[in-house]
């Protein structure tokens, strides 16, 4: 369009993360830069922009508005009309504007900024050591909004009256702090208090310099950060780690560690560009990263694993902190095992107070609690194991607009999902549904979404299991509230979340590998293959059925499982004294699971592969009984990374017919039996049978292309969190030219299911 010399009037939507990220001042910096007049809002739909100046300049800063917006804003759409001049003298930024059933993105907590560090480091500076520090490019945001739009009043900062110098730099356009709704200094902003277990205040004359020496006495310090308290000791003190063990009643799931910098975790820690660029990003999560062995971190931190969850400071309390100690700390939810994260100050001493030796305490409200996300780095691509911090409330944007409903998520490493439009809101990570806090902290965080992205759902999707929580309370809901419940199958999920991950609706071959899912046939799915899109699936191929003796009792006791399938695929004349697990699981209860198999007693059919890992992690001598989830396997991973030969593989045979695959297991597991008589070490036991599922997975695939031309494969389910065998799977599907899909956005474990029961239910609903 040629350039017009008379004046023009611009009115700009801008829509996505725009609000709390710096965007008004950056307008108004822009609009002072091409000497245009106007003014610029927040709503609780969008910035809203009216822009007037000569044509060239305002094409030149609706250019800038996309190619120059601050970093930490996701403009998703940018609509402009034009019209005549309104005579606008000058630019101002007005007050927001609340309107009734509209909703904003919100920005999620970001890492504290390298300028807010200065300040913080700066004795000069009137923030100098001050744990709440913050600007429009750092700080909280999500886990302190009540309501959009986003402005103080709304927020748990509304209680603190900003001082002379902090209004200044919030009504300052030109100022990083303008309209930061956090901002606050020592003279009108949050404080820290330190005290005993019981409550009490501990009397010093610096508390960031006593908690320091407390940590360094080996003392154990619950910390209020940013989504709820965390759980700090000295992670090179094996007296220290083993009593936080033992009183948050976590005897072997492995703790996450906070170190001062990149530099210190070079110390202890293998680090690809990839993995210091994510460890390193305004998200910050805990990355799983390759543990140099000689470190001093006590290896009870993580025992059995070589890789470390790390992290760096997210808050400048963080970074106080570490710099006082100068120590490598763990850093764990506060809370007892399979609890909530504790938020409050008086919840966390009730809850706590057995496991802390002292509290550091703040007075800044958490509105809504979120643990630390959890991330590694495959092929040089970040893909999450655990969302919370730093990407939840952010949506995943949908190929398609899909209707307002509400997906309850799994049993496991649950979250929600709440759709409006072309927006998947994926909730935190709640936790495993196992206790009425768990669901109580579930029920609040959905009505916090609901009421802040404004949806009202007109569906709700659920889970098939009949007996998860989720499923539970989504049929109470539908029937309280005249709702239509959609049951979605868990693999189906599974891979509807990869797709929706990644941005396609189309059809592709499924590869869904967990540990429990329920099938639409009632028994225990978990290593399937389907042709599958987001309307449905055909399950084209499984591990064979075996049985689960004890049901859940199998789970936390892999020796079952291995002892069920011994006995199923080789008679219980294989079984020899020579197999250590044997040994060890005593003649009473091998005779009880013998008879619990033979007569189909509690032992429930499965198709799982993550019970075959279990089985093979038993009879390897490598983990009979678990502490936590997938522990089995994950310990197998590990042991394979010690082999001497990445060759190798053991026999499988497929049978069923032109539609349908079975992968039958007799001769894998006769093979793993044998290795272990002949003394064969672990090591190349587990990578024999890692590149074993591989090629079992790349032949099933290859015969559901034969007969469906699809040339396309998703991975899903939380055994492609084995960073081994995912390597080993994409690796051999590409050389048969497939194209393949991972997860991105969200975790291939049950963390990702919500998202897609979502599309699912959305879906069934245009459909109808």
């Not at 902003?189 to 960031?208: F, H, K, M, N, Y």
């Not at 579930?442 to 609901?450: A, G, V």
């Not at 069920?564 to 250590?580: H, I, K, Q």
């Not at 030969?645 to 297991?665: C, H, K, Q, V, W």
Request: charged share 25%.
């Amino acid at each position: 369009m040629p350039a017009v010399k008379e004046n023009q009037l611009a009115r700009i939507s801008a829509r996505g993360v725009v609000q709390g990220v710096g965007f008004r001042p950056f307008v108004y910096g822009l609009a002072k830069k091409y000497k245009l007049n106007g003014w610029v809002c927040n709503t609780s739909e969008d910035v809203r922009i009216e822009v007037e100046g000569a044509r060239n300049r305002l094409d030149s800063f609706i250019s800038s508005l996309r190619a120059e917006a601050p970093p930490l804003s996701r403009i998703e759409s940018l609509s402009v009309d034009f019209d005549r001049p309104a005579g606008y003298r000058g630019f101002e930024i007005r007050d927001s504007i609340a309107q009734p059933g509209k909703y904003q993105l919100v920005s999620p907590d970001i890492a504290t900024c390298g300028p807010c560090l200065e300040d913080i480091f700066t004795a000069q500076n009137r923030r100098w050591h001050y744990p709440f520090t913050n600007c429009t490019n750092c700080g909280p945001r999500f886990t302190i909004i009540k309501d959009i739009p986003y402005d103080r009043p709304l927020t748990t900062m509304s209680s603190f009256k900003m001082c002379r110098d902090c209004q200044k730099e919030y009504t300052d356009p030109l100022d990083r702090r303008f309209h930061a709704q956090p901002n606050a200094c020592p003279a009108c902003g949050p404080q820290l208090q330190l005290t005993d277990s019981l409550g009490r205040e501990v009397d010093c004359a610096d508390i960031i310099e006593k908690t320091s020496d407390l940590l360094h006495q080996g003392h154990i310090v619950a910390i209020k950060g940013l989504g709820g308290f965390l759980l700090a000791c000295n992670a090179e003190d094996t007296e220290a780690v083993a009593r936080l063990r033992q009183r948050k009643r976590r005897p072997s799931k492995p703790f996450a560690v906070m170190l001062k910098d990149i530099a210190k975790i070079g110390r202890y820690c293998i680090v690809t560009a990839e993995e210091e660029k994510l460890v390193s990003s305004p998200q910050a999560p805990i990355v799983l990263l390759r543990w140099k062995e000689s470190s001093t971190i006590c290896s009870q931190i993580a025992p059995g694993l070589k890789y470390l969850g790390v992290m760096v400071p997210y808050t400048p309390l963080h970074h106080l902190i570490m710099r006082a100690t100068g120590l490598p700390l763990v850093m764990t939810s506060g809370n007892i095992s399979e609890e909530p994260i504790a938020g409050q100050n008086n919840e966390a001493l009730q809850r706590l107070g057995k496991i802390a030796d002292y509290f550091l305490l703040h007075n800044r409200d958490i509105h809504s609690t979120y643990d630390d996300s959890v991330a590694m780095v495959v092929d040089g691509m970040p893909q999450l194991i655990r969302r919370a911090r730093g990407y939840a409330p952010y949506p995943v944007h949908l190929s398609g607009s899909t209707p307002q409903l509400l997906a309850c998520g799994a049993e496991e490493k649950n979250t929600f999902c709440l759709t409006s439009g072309k927006h998947a809101f994926v909730s935190q990570h709640i936790g495993d549904m196992e206790n009425i806090e768990t669901l109580d902290h579930y029920i609040r965080t959905i009505e916090l979404y609901k009421h802040l992205f404004r949806i009202k759902p007109e569906a709700i999707a659920h889970d098939m299991h009949p007996e998860y929580l989720p499923t539970k309370y989504a049929l109470e809901e539908a029937e309280k509230h005249n709702l239509r419940a959609i049951p979605v199958q868990h693999h189906h999920a599974h891979i509807a979340s990869c797709l929706a991950d990644n941005g396609l609706d189309e059809t592709v071959i499924g590869v869904a590998f967990d540990g429990t899912g329920y099938g639409t046939d009632s028994k225990i799915w978990g290593g399937e293959f389907m042709v599958s899109d987001m309307r449905g699936f055909k399950r084209t191929g499984q591990l064979e059925y075996l049985p689960l003796p004890g049901g859940s009792a199998a789970i936390k006791k892999p020796y079952r499982t291995a002892l069920s399938y011994m006995l199923v695929l080789l008679g219980r004349n294989t079984f020899d004294s020579r197999m250590g697990f044997l040994n060890n699981t005593g003649k009473d209860e091998i005779e009880l699971v013998s008879r619990q198999v033979e007569t189909g007693l509690n032992s429930p059919l499965t198709s799982s592969m993550g019970r075959l890992f279990d089985a093979v992690s038993a009879m390897a001598d490598i983990r009979s009984t678990i502490d936590y989830e997938a522990q089995a396997a994950i310990e197998l991973e590990m042991r394979a990374y010690d082999a001497l030969d990445e060759r190798g593989n053991y026999p499988f045979s497929l049978a069923g017919d032109e539609d349908y695959t079975i992968i039958l297991l007799h001769e894998l597991i006769a093979a793993v039996a044998d290795d272990i008589l002949r003394g064969c070490r672990a090591s190349t036991i587990s990578m024999r049978f890692h590149n074993t599922v591989a090629s079992m997975t790349r032949d099933v695939c290859l015969k559901i292309k034969a007969r469906s031309g699809l040339n396309t494969v998703a991975l899903s389910g939380g055994c492609f969190q084995n960073r081994l065998l995912l390597g080993k799977v994409t690796s051999l599907l590409r050389q048969s030219g497939f194209q393949i899909l991972t997860h991105k956005n969200v975790p291939a474990n049950d963390g990702g299911i919500s998202l897609g029961q979502a599309v699912i239910a959305g879906r069934s609903l245009t459909q109808r």
